[in-house]
């Protein structure tokens, strides 16, 4: 099991950046394929990105595919996102996951398959 920690959140305006970092224990970011996951209020949580256990495949949700960029620092056991040019669309609270995945360089969208979840981090954007 890995325990994650993720910050970074915050208020901001439309158009603003953000980075948001997810801090793991227990056990090594590289043993995982990781995930950024959103739900906003009264929505279905969403898959947003993931990065293979290899490091190798990105995969990101239609909307912010060219907007976030997922990253993984293997000597801080952290994986980031980061966030530009937000939209009023992107609030929500975003999760971060980790998955024992049966492949290497497979990234999985459904949360189902995600194990381990960090508690959140809040982005709200305003217009």
């Known amino acids: 099991q890995v325990h994650l920690v993720e910050s970074g959140g915050g208020l901001v305006q439309a158009g603003d950046s953000l980075r948001l970092s997810c801090v793991a224990s227990?056990?090594?970011?590289?043993?995982?394929?990781m995930g950024w996951f959103r739900q906003g209020l009264g929505k279905e949580r969403e898959f947003v990105a993931g990065?293979?256990?290899?490091?190798?495949?990105?995969r990101y949700e239609e909307s912010v595919q060219d907007r976030f960029t997922i990253s993984r620092d293997s000597a801080k056991n952290t994986v980031y996102l980061q966030m530009e040019r937000l939209k009023t669309e992107d609030t929500a609270r975003y999760y971060c996951?980790?998955?024992?995945?049966?492949?290497?360089?497979?990234?999985?969208?459904?949360?189902?398959?995600?194990?381990?979840w960090g508690q959140g981090t809040q982005v709200t954007v305003s217009s």
């Open positions: 996951a980790a998955s024992l995945s049966w492949s290497p360089d497979a990234i999985a969208a459904t949360g189902s398959n995600y194990a381990d």
């Open positions: 227990g056990r090594t970011v590289s043993s995982y394929a």
């Open positions: 990065i293979s256990r290899n490091g190798q495949n990105t």
